[in-house]
């Protein structure tokens, strides 16, 4: 017998013990974030869909007659969910055109091949130049979207063969070919010149992906592979890999062809008078949690080990 009371190891407090533990043990992790975002689906109609990114479960969000989507971006300082469709741009919850495409050739070569980012109130939008078979590039192009003038503005092109971009809170600009040894790029936003920095590592080709910065610094994406099944993924872009996550579902069903991802980040949530069925709440709090580690952000999630030591 050592003669040390129960609450003591080796003469240390076993709190104290318990604390570093942890401590320790979250510096092995990177704490994950309750993420949420929205996705689109045209059948005759296009229908928004609210995505839980850690479950992959969709729930239906709002339903409007648009000829589909090519490219998504929340505006949470207007509350407006930006729709790019092969006729232009358009806000989803009012269901108003804000732009018009300037021509026919321009409308018809975006179909399926557009993304929106928005960067310091500046809307960006990426497609293909000219409609190519699936199994083709051709150039990506990058425009400027003013929805003041109403005015696209082109600022450069580059043959990276793909036509989804990420913009992150910093201003660092990336797109991805997802196709069998495909890059990870990133993207000059001054002049559209695209620099590959990583691999992605996939093992099989997918299409129609869109990005979206998400919270943890994470970049999310949703496309589809050759038998129109979606698919969504996660990539650091520190490193650049594509983790493949699995299906985004409604109802025990997989959701065909995605139009377009738009990531809301924690701060993020829609005013409920304009967005009632659209809401959102992107925290994860539970109380044993947050009040033992408050130093953490409000919607980390400890590791099931953290949680059972402290409990």
Known sequence: MLGISSNYVAGVPMNALRSGFVLALLSLFRASYAAYGYITYTHDTTTLYKVDF???????????????????????????????????????????????????????????????????????????????????????????????????????????????????????????????????????????????VATLGLLRNYYGVHMDFGPGGLIYAIGHDQYGINAWFKIDPTIGIAHYKGSITFNGYRIRIPGGLAMIMPSQEPEADSWDRCSITAEWRPPHVRRRVPQLPQNARLPWLAIWFYG
């Open 54 to 196: 850690e479950t992959g479960v969709a729930t239906f969000a709002e339903s409007h007659a648009l000829t589909g989507t090519n490219g998504m971006e929340y505006d949470v300082e207007t509350n407006k969910l930006y729709v790019w469709d092969r006729y232009g741009l358009r806000n989803f919850l009012t269901d108003k055109r804000i732009i018009e495409a300037p021509e026919w050739t321009f409308r018809r070569s975006d179909l399926r091949n557009g993304d929106l980012s928005l960067y310091r109130d500046q809307l960006y939008l990426t497609r293909w130049a000219s409609l190519k078979d699936q199994d083709q590039f051709g150039p990506t192009e990058l425009y400027r979207l003013n929805t003041e003038t109403k005015s696209i503005t082109l600022i450069g092109q580059d043959n990276y063969g793909e036509s989804n971009l990420a913009i992150s809170p910093e201003g660092v600009a990336y797109s991805a070919n997802f196709r069998i040894g495909g890059a990870f790029y990133r993207v000059d936003l001054h002049t559209g010149r695209a620099t590959p």
